[in-house]
């Protein structure tokens, strides 16, 4: 008699190639426009187009899929904040580094900005997630007195959209790096910002553990704990550091 074959793996194959088209899709929308077709997104992921139609009948549908998991990453990326930063360090730190995401997705948050309509029902759900990790981030922030008392959790969805814009904008990254914090200091009680040093604000030409008096973390602006003996720190963890040391390996300036 012949065996009967379970549908297990098959399930499992369209949930990776699921994913093998959601992430090409992200990186062709990040670098070439929402112009594109299925077609081009289906040769990026090395895959049929007829396994992008199964499981994205329409562009549109494959935006919002892409838009509905990049949310939710974001709303990861807030839980580990609460988890490994204080209050305060957090919801900065969160707000830095979601912009810097944001900013390489400039098409993405155009089409958001051009279509009144969004978010759709499948990005719903991941949307208001996303407002509950912000509005939790603030409301810590608050207690520890880290933030502005008026300032609103509708605020800071803005506020990512105009700092994504302003650095995409600024003809230089450490210029538009050192607007930003500026930008951000405007939500703090008082005016804190110690000549921070974040990542894109490193002079060129300057190796990044030459500073001696390094308050933040040279790579995602996280405020850094005083050592009490032993070489400064200048990453907030051996994330960043290896963060650091591979976009050293690629050339990439920080200016």
């Not at 012949?2 to 990040?30: H, K, M, S, W, Y």
């Not at 996303?130 to 608050?142: I, P, V, Y």
């Not at 509708?154 to 930003?180: F, M, V, Y």
């Amino acid at each position: 008699m012949t065996a009967i074959a379970t549908p297990g793996p098959v399930r499992a194959d369209a949930r990776r190639n699921r994913q093998i088209v959601l992430r090409a899709a992200a990186e062709v929308f990040a670098e070439d426009g929402l112009e594109v077709s299925l077609g081009r997104i289906a040769r990026h992921a090395g895959v049929g187009a007829g396994t992008v139609y199964r499981h994205f009948p329409s562009k549109e549908i494959l935006l919002e899929a892409v838009l509905a998991e990049q949310v939710e990453g974001f709303v990861a990326i807030a839980d580990r904040w609460a988890a490994r930063a204080r209050p305060g360090d957090a919801l900065f730190g969160f707000l830095l580094e979601v912009i810097d995401r944001t900013g390489r997705g400039k098409h993405i948050c155009d089409a958001l900005a051009a279509d009144r309509s969004w978010p759709h029902a499948t990005l719903r759900a991941a949307t208001q997630q996303f407002g509950a990790a912000l509005d939790r981030l603030l409301r810590n922030a608050k207690q520890a007195g880290a933030i502005r008392a008026d300032v609103r959790g509708d605020d800071l969805p803005a506020l990512i959209a105009a700092g994504a814009t302003l650095r995409s904008a600024h003809p230089s990254r450490a210029r538009g790096a050192q607007l930003l914090v500026d930008l951000l200091d405007g939500l703090r009680p008082g005016p804190v910002t110690e000549a921070a040093v974040f990542r894109d604000m490193v002079p060129e030409g300057r190796h990044e553990t030459s500073a001696h008096t390094v308050r933040h973390c040279l790579e995602c602006g996280t405020r850094l704990h005083p050592r009490g003996t032993g070489r400064p720190a200048h990453y907030c963890g051996p994330t960043c550091r290896q963060r650091a040391r591979r976009r050293r390996a690629a050339g990439r300036p920080a200016g």
